[in-house]
Each structure stands twice: as C-alpha cells, then as structure tokens.
C-alpha cells in the first residue's frame, strides 16, 4: 500500500526490536507473557507498514459509501446523518411499554426498539396455564393486532422507525405492523423498521425457537418476499451477531456465523426463483460491540468488506444496494457487571465508542443496572446522554472512518475478514447454517470459546475490574430504583384477551386459521398473506403459532454445555 | 451425599422460557471438571420436569438458572414441590440476575444459596462440596 509506507524496511523494524524495544522490556518486563485480543487474535507489540503489504487501498479499503464499503455505507457517515439512537423497550402491557416510548423520544432517542415477553417471543398467549406468569416481565406482552395498536398509540410510524426483537413469530408481529399502520390509514411504502427474524441464531444462542429449522428458515423467506412487496422500505431480517457473541463466540465467529446466516436465507430464496436484488438491499446486521476497542471496529469493517464481496461475486447481486451492510450496534450486555454497576457506565460508553468509529448506522447503549434488571428510566437516561455526548461533545463522528490506515486496525480488519470467511467456508462444507445448527457444530463452537474465556477469566489471564480485581463489596447502583415487574399485568392483559376474543368474527378466525394450516406443509408456499388475513381477523398469535406446531412440529431444546 | 456414591450429583435446569442458558452451561462444565455428575436439563422446563428430573437422578444438588426476572416464582413453586416430595434435603441452589432483595427473599423459602452475575465457579464448587460433605 503505497501511500502509507513510511520507508522503514523489514531490516530496519527487526533491528529495533531487537534493540530499543528488547532494552525496554530488559528494564520493565511486557505486563503479559503474550497480548490477544478478547477473541484471542495474537497481538504484536507494534505493527508498522509492512503488516500492510497484503493489503491493497484501492481494492480492499477504498473511499467511504464505495465498494467494498470497508471504510462506511454512507460517504458522508456521521457528518451528515449521525446514527439513530435506538434504546430496546419493553414491559408490561403495551400502554406501559407506549409510555417508555415516549419518554425516550422526548429524551432526544431517534428510532424506537421493542422488546416483547417470552410468551410473545414463544408463540403462547397471556393466558398460557404454565407461562402466563411471564408475561410483561422482560419485555411487553402482544397477543394481537390490538395490542400492537396500543404500543403504538400516538407514535408517527411514518416518520419513525420501528425495531421489533421478534423472531419465531416474526411472521405473525410483520404482519400486525403492517395492519396497524394500514387500520391507522398509512401506506405500506411509508413504514419503515425492522423485524429481527434471524431464527437460525435463535437454535445457536438466543434460544427462542418454536418450530424445526427446516421449516422456520422457510417462514423467514416468506417474510422476505413479503415485506418487498407490500412494506418496501421495511428491513424483514435483522442478521444478528450480537447473541451468538453474548453466548460466547468470538468476534470473527460473530461475523462467519452471521453471514453465514445470512447467505442461507439468500440462497434459499434464489431456490424459489427470487431475484437476490429484489430482497438483498433489505437485509440488515445487528452486532455486538464489546470490550475490546480496536477488535471492534475493526470487526464492524471487516463485516462491510465481507458482505460487499460475497453479496457481489457469491450471489451475484448487481444493485449496489445489496452489497450493503447497515448495522445496528449494541454494546455488550454480557460484559456489564453487577459487582460496582457504576463502572457499566465506562465500559458502556468505551464500546459505543467503538460501534460509532466503527460506521455504524444505530446504536443501543446498554444501561448500568442491567446486571440486575431491565433498566430503570434513570439508567436509561444515562445511556442515552452518553450517545448524546459521543456525537456532540467528542468529535468522534465528524470524519468518516478516522482509524483507516491504522497499521492495526487495517491488519486486524484483514485477519477477522479471513478468519470469518473461512468459517463460512467450514460451514458451507458441512451443508450450510440449517445443518450446523442440527448437527450441534454450531451450538457446541460457541459453548467452546464461552467456556475458553471463563478459564481465562478465573485464572485471572483476563481481568474483570470489579469481578477478578479491584474488588469490594459495592453493589451500588447509585442511589436509583431498580425497574420492578408491574403488579397485575397478567390479570388485564388476559382480560383484554378474552374481550378481543368476545367481539371479534370466530368464522373469519377459524377461516383465516385453516387457510394458514393447509398451507403450511408446503415450505415453499407463502404463508404472509394468510398471517395478515388471520392478524386482521384478530386471531391471536399463540392460534397462528399452534397452527403451525400442529404441521411442523416443535424443536427440542439442547443438552449440550 | 449417599455413603455408597463417590460422586456429587447435580441438575442444572432452565425454568420457563428463559433462553440466557450460557451461565447455565458453564457453571455445568466447571462442577463436572471438579468431578461431580452434571444433568443439564436444557431449557424450556417446567417445575414439574425438574422435580422429575431431581428425583429421577436422586441429584444432591439443583441449580437452578434465572435470567428472565421470573425467579421468585419458580424457586418458590420448586421449593414447594422438593419439600412435597421428600427432596427438602437437596441443596437448593439459585444462580442469574437476582436483586439482593430477591436473594433474601429466595433464601427464606429455602434456596441454599444464592449467585449472581460473575460469581467464579470455583465458590460455587467450594460450596456444594461443603453442603454435600455435611449430609455424609
């Protein structure tokens, strides 16, 4: 790369380690027998031009918004549209949850993100005998289309976007959104937002399936198809690293299990004969910004240049808009400690740092109490102020991709590429993601890297401030109330359950329900418009989601540790 | 501990429609590297299952992982039913994102012992093997 060589020669770099660098180190020796990063990526203790001789400008880094998009999907990133503040919100029922909505838009959050319950999130309803007691605990509680209308209440869906952490029913709250924003007169083309959907993830980490692989990457195809033609604008798949990296894995596993992923619901939907171009541009990443600030950005990069390559020469796509990866970022959940919770505010604030240098499009910043509870509306705010004072206060997004050239960060950008790439290659060896999931390689990859870090972690290779170090018996959380389940959210939320159930049309339910079960065992049938019938007739989605446990079957949870 | 068995038996189990299984896991590889049989039961279980599972296995000791808020539930409905059912003498053990006023709580319905996030393993083990060893 000839634009940054400085001159020095191989000779020149040698000389000095040997000498200078090997005389420091005779007076105080190097803290640790070797450097890694948190994935465990050696690290030199300097690295110069000639790490870069791999590396072409033009080719492999280039200007920001062109391809390969190493360096932004925008030109003018941040200095222009500075990324969405997008904090995840979701408890209760969906009036509590609307009013934490409203709240974080007047605390100046730009996007909104909901969490839904696990009983939404497993396809039950609120009145389930066994899981009923969870409902509104982490996260809110949306059996139908009229609980979608109350989270929603009073919010402009045409000007603001919407993510939904939803995946096994994902077809099912797609399909709400869309007659929420069609009941409320707006059009389909004006409504943008995302829905997670990226269920192969689900058997690996975040573990909320229903139904057999098979079949669900299916339903995610369904909805890919659908959301191009009638919510064009809407991202139907969130493609997410962040929980197979909370589970474990390391960064570069991150990206190869991610695109991966991705790559599989493409390549699928070419089976059915889709053009990629039509459904490419509106697949989106969700990835997980953790402690390590270098490995991070170059992380995020990394992912861009992959993405761009194999959208282009792999799947053949020509729209330029399908070589892009928009990311959403959060920083890393599992790396907040509930041992001295204030210090999450640093660690916060250090990774979001990261996920805006690294070019992301939005990002949630994790609030400090976290370790204990969903967050409290004091710890929110502060997370939101830290993204506030990253954009106004420390310049961070005024030049587009700063750390570009950065003998490091170029060749930590490279080494992740590689080492993701040939993960997908492993993968593609063993049939794709759908097979690694069933096999247990996936699930067991990432058990394997957990298990590696907490070794290091109790042996004190890897410190902990708070946790393995500095230790005291402050727990802390600053004088502020932990979030606390609201009482009675069941009671009235099966209420209005049974009032919905009461006046809605039964014929047109049990209609709508046998249309979708008819369907449902043909895995290339679409099943989206007969979920939007079944939403609109105000079936629930615990009905929608035995239907298809009734034709497909339900996966068996993992004993594998 | 049975006097005839040599080794600690333990079922970590997931309650209800909690997915955050990788505390779970790695708590369950750490107490079978220190030489204790582990079950892990997977997730998505119920207290009657886990019952079953603690008197299936004749455990010594459950585990039970929360990270779901819905802790105080589970623990007291498991409680309840290890008493019911003659298996008050398992060391009731509780680990996840427990506020401190839930551990009380949690400790006064029975559990042993409470651990929350970043709790080595080793004190998990060093605890079992004191709890255990008392019932020789």
């Known amino acids: ?561 | 501990m049975s006097a005839e068995r040599s080794r600690i038996k333990v079922i970590i189990a997931k309650p209800g429609l909690d997915g955050h299984d990788r505390g779970a896991k790695v708590v369950a590889r750490a107490l079978r590297d220190a030489g204790m049989e582990v079950v892990y039961t997977g997730i998505f279980q119920t207290p009657e299952s886990i019952l079953r599972s603690v008197i299936q296995e004749d455990a010594d000791v459950l585990g039970l992982s929360s990270l779901s808020g819905a802790h105080l539930e589970y623990a007291i409905e498991i409680s309840d039913l290890l008493k019911k059912n003659g298996a008050e003498d398992v060391v009731f053990l509780v680990g996840g994102t427990i506020p401190a006023e839930d551990a009380e709580e949690l400790r006064a319905v029975g559990v042993s012992e409470v651990f929350g996030p970043g709790t080595p393993t080793g004190e998990i083990i060093s605890f079992i093997e004191s709890k255990v060893r008392v019932k020789v």
Not at chain 1, 352 to 360: I, K, N, R, S
């Open chain 1, 1 to 561: 790369m000839a634009d940054l060589t400085t001159g020095l020669t191989d000779a020149e770099v040698e000389a000095w380690r040997n000498g200078r660098l090997a005389k420091d180190y005779e007076r105080i020796p190097p803290r640790a027998k070797e450097f890694t990063t948190l994935s465990g990526l050696p690290i030199k203790d300097v690295y110069t031009s000639a790490d870069l001789a791999d590396i072409d400008e033009k080719a492999d880094i280039a200007l920001p918004g062109e391809y390969p998009y190493t360096r932004g999907v925008h030109a003018s990133m941040h200095r222009g549209r500075p990324w969405t503040i997008r904090q995840v919100a979701g408890f209760g029922q969906a009036e509590d949850t609307n009013g934490r909505y409203k709240y974080l838009l007047a605390h100046g959050e730009t996007g909104l993100s909901t969490d839904f319950d696990l009983p939404t999130l497993l396809g039950y309803d609120s009145d389930h005998p066994i899981y009923g007691r969870e409902v509104g605990k982490i996260g809110v509680a949306v059996d139908t289309v009229v609980d979608a209308h109350a989270l929603f209440e009073g919010i402009p869906l045409e000007e603001v976007s919407t993510s939904l952490t939803i995946n096994a029913p994902a077809g099912v709250l797609m399909a709400m959104y869309r007659v929420v924003g069609d009941e409320r007169g707006i059009a389909g083309n004006l409504l943008t937002g995302t829905t997670q959907n990226d269920i192969l993830k689900e058997y690996t980490a975040q573990n909320e399936f229903i139904f057999p692989p098979e079949a669900s990457v299916e339903l995610v195809v369904d909805t890919m198809e659908y959301c191009a033609e009638v919510m064009p604008r809407f991202n139907p798949v969130s493609m997410s690293g962040y929980h197979v990296r909370e589970a474990g894995c390391t960064a570069a596993q991150e990206v190869g299990l991610t695109i991966a992923g991705a790559l599989c619901y493409l390549e699928l939907g070419v089976e059915r004969g889709i053009d990629p171009d039509k459904i490419a541009p509106r697949v989106s990443f969700f990835w997980d910004v953790h402690n390590d600030f270098f490995e991070e950005i170059a992380k995020l990069r990394a992912a861009r240049r992959l993405w761009a390559r194999l959208m282009k020469e792999r799947l053949k796509c020509k729209d330029q808009r399908s070589w892009l990866m928009r990311a959403h970022c959060q920083t890393a959940g599992v790396s907040l400690t509930a041992q001295q919770p204030l210090n999450n505010i640093a660690r916060t604030a250090v990774q979001a740092l990261a996920a805006v240098l690294g070019g992301t499009q939005s990002l949630h910043t994790n609030s400090f109490d976290e370790a204990f509870a969903i967050p409290s509306e004091e710890a929110i705010k502060v997370a939101v102020r830290t993204q506030q004072i990253l954009l106004a206060e420390t310049g961070a997004g005024d030049v587009v991709d700063p750390l570009a050239g950065s003998y490091y960060v170029e060749t930590l950008t490279k080494q992740i590429e590689d080492e993701a790439l040939a993960l997908i290659e492993r993968l593609d060896a063993m049939g794709g993601m759908v097979q690694a999931v069933i096999t247990g390689y996936a699930n067991q990859l990432i058990a394997d890297s957990a298990w590696e870090q907490q070794v290091k972690i109790e042996s004190k290779e890897r410190t902990i401030v708070g946790v393995n170090d500095f230790v005291d018996d402050d727990y802390s959380i600053g004088g502020i109330e932990l979030h606390k389940p609201i009482p009675g959210v069941q009671e009235r939320q099966v209420a209005r359950l049974n009032q919905v159930k009461r006046e809605r049309s039964q014929r047109d339910v049990a209609e709508a329900l046998t249309a979708i079960e008819k369907a449902a065992p043909n895995l290339k049938t679409n099943l989206m418009p007969l979920i939007e019938t079944a939403v609109r007739a105000r079936a629930t989605g615990g009905e929608i989601c035995d239907v298809l446990r009734g034709q497909w079957g339900e996966h068996s949870p993992s004993t594998v540790f």
